[in-house]
Structures are given as structure tokens and as C-alpha cells.
């Protein structure tokens, strides 16, 4: 049985940083691409950030420059450093998991979710 499980998210002002991880189980996580979203309050689930299974990263337009992903394999995790944070990143993040190398930045593409962490950011 798969499970992804976020930890990390929590209250921060604005300009401060984060750090969420997810831990994978029940997957063979190499194989796998990994990817962050997040679904605001009254607004649908939308991409943040996916690492593929080659190594390669992806990222939305709203947090490049801010936001890094990163994934130890040996310890089936992956993280979401999020720096510069703002009001409107506010929003719980959702990790996710697929089988392949991508790029998969679409929600409908992911197979396997976690249950949330919320991030709030205070102005």
C-alpha cells in the first residue's frame, strides 16, 4: 500500500521560508516522479513543483526563483524548500507520486497523494 505523508507546514510572515517533506512507502521511489501542489481556500489544486525519476525538476512560473525541490532516494523523501514566502502562497500542499520520468505537471497525471500540510503566511 502507498503512502505519501507531508510534514513541515505551519504559520510564517511573509519573507520567511519553509521547509515541507514526504515521505513515500510501498513504492519502488526511484522509479517514480514526485510532485508538489497546493489548493488555496475557493480555488482549485494547482502544480507547484515535480522532481522526475532522471533527476530533472520542474517548477510554476509563481514560485521559480523562491521554491526548490529536492529528493533523497536512500530515505524515499522528497522535499520543498520554499523561501521569500508570500500571502498568496498560502494553501495546503499536497505531495504526489506517478511511475515514470515525465514531465508530469498536471494533477490528472498523478496516481498516488498525501493528505495535505497547510502553509500560512501572514502579511
Known amino acids: 500500500q502507498v503512502q505519501l505523508v507531508e510534514s513541515g507546514g505551519g504559520l510564517v510572515q511573509a519573507g520567511g521560508s519553509l521547509r515541507l517533506s514526504c515521505a513515500a512507502s510501498?513504492?519502488?521511489?526511484?522509479?517514480?516522479?514526485m510532485g508538489w501542489f497546493r489548493q488555496a481556500p475557493g480555488k482549485e489544486r494547482e502544480f507547484v513543483a515535480a522532481?522526475?525519476?532522471?533527476?530533472?525538476?520542474y517548477y510554476a512560473d509563481s514560485v521559480k526563483g523562491r521554491f526548490t525541490m529536492s529528493r533523497e532516494n536512500g530515505k524515499n523523501t522528497v522535499y520543498l524548500q520554499m523561501n521569500n514566502l508570500k500571502p498568496e502562497d498560502t494553501a495546503v500542499y499536497y505531495c504526489?507520486?506517478?511511475?515514470?520520468?515525465?514531465?508530469?505537471?498536471?494533477?490528472?497525471?498523478?496516481?498516488?497523494w498525501g493528505q495535505g500540510t497547510p502553509v500560512t503566511v501572514s502579511s
Open positions: 504526489a507520486a506517478v511511475y515514470g520520468l515525465g514531465p508530469f505537471v498536471r494533477e490528472h497525471q498523478y496516481d498516488y
Open positions: 510501498g513504492l519502488r521511489f526511484r522509479g517514480y516522479t
Open positions: 522532481f522526475s525519476s532522471s533527476g530533472n525538476t
